[in-house]
């Protein structure tokens, strides 16, 4: 590859999320000069920070945040740095955000999801932009702080691949920019910060087995940090972790849309065989439910959702702005659901029949099976109590004539997988060597290896946002 640049900086950080643009801030307070390369276009940009909640979770102490990311790691143990470094930088982050200008405050009465665990009392929920959840508010103070410090960011300049030395030391980027390689000298350091991959089928279906799953998020997260490293030399980890929920495709649309019964519980979740196979609302956190005894990814496999017309009349099946303003189509395409969900029904995203069989005929799913589960659901209601454990507020009975369903292959909120990285950033190759000036933060690289809780991935994506951006800019010049 040609050694002439077409720019240098000290460090080059890829995307602007949440990630990207704490790197960015962090390495020019260090006193580096910083190029920031995006791919999307104007308008576009910012990844599923700009799309989502915008909530970074609140740190009562950092010692006891310890004590409860490594319960949530489970038996996925991560090494004892990285939980101190998240644990102290995570508990600075608001008063990082401050320093920005951002004014901080509770969003609402959030407890830990996973109460039970140690630690949890640590938890102390949500926090937001004057306390509001979504709506674009976190990522514009960003992106604003990352401006207002001269960083030259490049939208529409996607990354195609990174430039390492004879000794493997990444000195450079290679980026598309109006169609032309771009070479970008990093005299210090490159920071991944591209987000997840799970806008990429083939890395879906290989590390996750989910099979033509929609995406709630940024259409952006395509993986291309993830390949990028593994070609500098890096190992990968928490491949197989996500946090996937109901939803449905939507036709016309570049992302799926979220469900959540919240006007009326009358909803049961069948499989390919017509039947119920666990509580459809166990104890859960984000990306994980108590099945059989164990926490496990959940929603992890496709399943067809079943409700009938009283629970159609109650109201949306999915929440509106007004109650959830978060998502790529709510946010970016303005998408309203139909107050009654018949627009959806019209559309085709929710299958109609008269009878439950009739319904399990559209969905693919077995029609006597279905039946049975409907039959079988309406007596646990009238018993109160579900043999698989269904709270009993829950228990609304499918009685109402006609039905309604989809299938939730399932929505794909995020990915956690990417390059191994330690404590300071680094990352690391399949030996544990680190790849010399190569730092990753952010979804491309999350620090989770089980479950987590709410407002964690901001919290980490800014977190070692900050730990990278200063780590590279601390780097010698070339
Ligand atoms: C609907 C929704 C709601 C959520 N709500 C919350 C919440 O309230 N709290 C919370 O903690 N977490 C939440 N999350 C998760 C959280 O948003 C993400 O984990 C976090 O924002 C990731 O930040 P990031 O900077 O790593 O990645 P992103 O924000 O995804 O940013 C990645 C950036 O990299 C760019 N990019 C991609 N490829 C390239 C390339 N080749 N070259 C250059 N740039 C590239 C993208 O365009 C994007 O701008 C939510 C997620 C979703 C989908």
Redo the contacts with the bound molecule.
């Keep these: 590859m040609s050694d002439k640049w077409n720019r240098k900086a000290d460090v080059v950080v890829?995307?602007?999320?949440?990630?990207?643009?704490?790197a960015a801030i962090a390495a020019t307070d260090a006193g580096a000069s910083v190029i920031l390369?995006?791919?999307?276009p104007e308008g576009?940009?910012?990844?599923?920070?700009?799309?989502?909640?915008?909530?970074?979770?609140n740190s009562l102490d950092p010692n006891g945040m310890a004590v409860y990311l490594r319960s949530l790691c489970g038996p996925y143990a991560l090494p004892e740095g990285i939980v101190q470094v998240w644990a102290e930088e995570t508990y600075k982050n608001t008063e990082w955000l401050e320093s920005l200008g951002v004014t901080p405050g509770v969003h609402a009465d959030y407890k830990p999801e996973y109460p039970e665990l140690p630690g949890a009392e640590f938890y102390g929920g949500?926090l937001?932009v004057k306390g509001e959840?979504?709506q674009q508010l976190l990522?514009k103070a960003l992106s604003a702080a990352v401006r207002d410090r001269g960083v030259e960011v490049l939208l529409d300049?996607?990354?195609?691949e990174l430039v390492t030395d004879s000794d493997g030391v990444v000195t450079g980027v290679v980026?598309s920019s109006g169609g032309q390689p771009l070479r970008v000298e990093a005299r210090r350091g490159v920071v991944l910060?591209?987000?997840?991959f799970?806008n990429n089928p083939e890395m879906v279906r290989d590390y996750l087995r989910l099979p033509g799953s929609p995406?709630?998020?940024?259409p952006?997260?395509?993986g291309?940090?993830i390949k990028?490293a593994q070609k500098a030399g890096a190992d990968l980890w928490h491949m197989d972790n996500m946090?996937a929920t109901l939803g449905l495709a939507a036709d016309g649309f570049e992302a799926g849309m979220?469900v959540m019964f919240i006007f009326s519980q009358g909803f049961i979740c069948v499989g390919n065989d017509g039947r119920r196979p666990h509580n459809e609302i166990p104890p859960q956190g984000?990306g994980h439910g108590l099945i059989e005894g164990d926490y496990e990814l959940f929603q992890r496999r496709p399943l067809h959702v079943v409700f009938d017309e009283a629970a159609r009349l109650a109201g949306p099946i999915s929440p509106p702005k007004e109650i959830l303003p978060?998502?790529?189509n709510l946010l970016m395409e303005g998408y309203e659901w139909s107050v009654d969900n018949s627009a959806e029904i019209e559309k085709g995203w929710i299958q109609k029949g008269d009878t439950p069989a009739e319904l399990a005929e559209k969905l693919g799913t077995d029609p006597d099976a279905l039946e049975a589960s409907v039959a079988s659901w309406n007596e646990a209601c009238a018993a109160g109590h579900d043999p698989l454990g269904r709270p009993e507020p829950t228990l609304t009975p499918l009685e109402t004539p006609p039905y309604y369903g989809f299938t939730s292959a399932p929505l794909l909120?995020?990915t956690n997988g990417g390059p191994r990285r330690n404590e300071k950033a680094q990352v690391l190759d399949p030996f544990g060597e680190v790849i010399a000036r190569l730092y990753a933060?952010?979804?491309?690289s999350?620090t989770y290896s089980w479950c987590k809780d709410?407002?964690?991935?901001?919290?980490?994506?800014l977190a070692f946002?900050r730990v990278a951006g200063r780590n590279a800019a601390a780097e010698p010049p070339l």
Excluded at 14 to 21: H, I, K, Y
Excluded at 454 to 461: T, V
């Design positions: 890829l995307g602007m999320g949440a990630a990207g643009c704490a390369l995006e791919k999307m576009r940009e910012g990844g599923n920070t700009r799309i989502s909640g915008g909530i970074w979770y949500y937001g959840m979504g990522w300049t996607p990354a195609k980026a910060a591209t987000g997840g799970e995406v709630w998020g940024s952006a997260g395509t291309d940090g990028m946090m979220y984000h978060v998502g790529w909120g995020w933060a952010g979804t491309v999350s709410g407002g964690f991935h901001i919290g980490d994506a946002g």
